[in-house]
């Protein structure tokens, strides 16, 4: 299973309704990624700080997060500022550094880290099965949410399936190679997997409706309404900000 | 005075899809209250007939009763799913919340229980099961033996008058074991196991229901006898029951 590092926790964030989060989110993050003003991406990098911090989330894990974003941006940079045109920056040996090729990637990174911090401090604080029952409440239908929660839980399990298939196959001097043999087997593997996917999730279904289930979650705690208006507060200061920034 | 429900099985005819000799031919099956065991051989269909009871499956002919009443539809069942709780052979089928609590308070909750009452079953019921101080932990993360207990409580919190429960020492260790014998032995409601462990079915059950070639046998006799088994390090003093035999 995924583990969720961030959903368990004391702070606002954690208490707000995940649909207060929810709705912010969708304002401010499409707000930020899609936008190339420099000010609006450092205003969106700042609250993704500001609001990781007052989440109060352990910063050694939301930095080991960070890491995997930024090893993508890593190359990016390797290739971006050797490759465009324009105003040339300097010479780095016989490779020109273009200043465009130098901006691009470094709106990228801003942004994608900012991005990134907005997503665990808004989302991640929630559980899943808060998110699931918050997007319930804002309109999206019951399959889809269940389709989401059930996927988040199972796709370890179905991962560890593959994993034993995958094992039994090599303990058996299973070798991949360029061969009809690899296809097929490969095949078989996937196709196993789906079945046996397929056959828990029945297991499942049916020990869901053991227990009741008729399509819905139910939730354990009630999020607490001064922390929905305090970050419902928050959240839309912030979007204002972003909005005058980006207008000024 | 043990709790339970009037479960019956009256003509049962199912065929397995694709199968040409059906699995219960006729099959009659009565229970009460009490503790009982079910045995047969594999793909004798124990955990089917289970899910027959609950109406998890449609049998090709026959009645299904509970209390007195058929079962024909769906609501039916759910009525009956209220009074017979079902511990399913795999625990990770059937735990999918994030923390403890949380599953154990799914049953309950689903049933209308307000969150207070639902969160006071679910610590009440892991301290019956002997899993208190659990409430928040992450569940994917305890051990097999821990998952089995949960599973258990998820069920036992939605209060049943019959558990049915399928293979539960399926993988587990010694200490686990025998710690499930002794919670299973405090319960107050009836309940029927499914296992191949018959060490433990005689620690508990009153008798025993043997599914053969399509049909059932009752029984409430068993008969103890004494055969080999083995021990590791057997040279050396081992605890046998409550003796220590060289």
């Not at chain 1, 990781?52 to 290739?79: G, P, Q």
């Not at chain 2, 009443?69 to 017979?84: A, I, Q, S």
Request: charged share 20%; glycine share 8%; proline share 3%.
């Amino acid at each position: 299973m995924i583990e969720e590092k961030f959903a368990l926790g004391n702070s606002v964030f954690h208490k707000a309704d995940p649909v207060v989060k929810l709705v912010g989110a969708a304002c401010l993050l499409p707000f930020v990624a899609v936008n190339d003003d420099l000010k609006v991406i450092l205003m969106g990098l700042f609250f993704g700080i500001f609001f990781v911090l007052l989440a109060s989330l352990e910063l050694r894990h939301v930095l080991k997060h960070l890491v995997v974003v930024n090893i993508f941006m890593f190359f990016l940079w390797i290739v971006l500022p050797f490759s465009g045109s324009g105003e040339v920056l300097y010479y780095f040996g016989p490779l020109a550094v273009y200043k465009k090729g130098v901006e691009l990637p470094l709106l990228i990174t801003l942004k994608a880290n900012g991005v990134s911090l907005l997503i665990i401090s808004l989302l991640s604080t929630s559980s899943v099965q808060r998110l699931g029952n918050g997007l319930r409440q804002l309109g999206v239908s019951v399959q889809f949410t269940i389709l989401l929660l059930t996927t988040f839980r199972y796709l370890g399990v179905i991962m560890q399936e593959y994993g034993r298939l995958r094992r039994a196959a090599k303990l058996r001097r299973f070798k991949p190679g360029l061969s009809l043999h690899t296809y097929r087997t490969y095949a078989y593997l996937i196709a196993m997997t789906f079945v046996r996917s397929y056959e828990q999730g029945n297991r499942v279904n049916n020990a869901m409706i053991m227990r009741g289930f008729s399509g819905t979650f139910p939730i354990m705690d009630l999020p607490s309404k001064n922390s929905d208006y305090k970050v419902g507060t928050l959240l839309a200061l912030s979007f204002t900000i972003l909005i005058a920034v980006s207008i000024i | 005075m043990k709790s339970g429900s009037h479960l019956e099985l009256q003509n049962i005819v199912f065929r397995y899809p694709g199968a040409k000799i059906p699995v219960y031919d006729q099959l009659d099956f009565t229970f009460e209250k009490g503790r009982a065991g079910l045995l047969g051989d594999n793909g004798s269909g124990k955990t089917t007939l289970f899910h027959v009871l609950v109406g998890l499956v449609k049998p090709d002919r026959g009645r299904v009763l509970f209390n007195g009443r058929e079962m024909e539809n769906d609501n039916d069942f759910k009525f009956l799913r209220r009074h017979v709780g079902m511990v399913f052979q795999q625990a990770d089928d059937q735990l999918f919340s994030p923390t403890v609590i949380e599953d154990v308070a799914f049953g309950p909750l689903n049933y209308d229980c307000a969150r207070e009452e639902a969160a006071e079953i679910a610590s009440r019921t892991l301290k019956k099961v002997g899993l208190q101080g659990y409430e928040h932990r992450v569940t994917h993360r305890l051990s097999g033996g821990e998952k089995r207990l949960v599973a258990l409580a998820t069920v036992l919190a939605m209060e049943p008058d019959v558990l049915l429960l399928d293979e539960p020492t399926n993988d587990l260790d010694k200490s686990s074991r025998s710690r499930l014998i002794d919670i299973l032995g405090e319960l107050e409601q009836s309940y029927i196991i499914i296992s191949h462990d018959q060490d433990f079915l005689s620690n508990l059950v009153e008798s025993y229901y043997l599914l053969e070639k399509g049909k059932l046998i009752h029984t409430t006799d068993a008969i103890l006898h004494q055969h080999q088994h083995f021990h590791i390090l057997g040279e050396q003093n081992h605890r046998h029951h409550d003796s220590l035999v060289d």
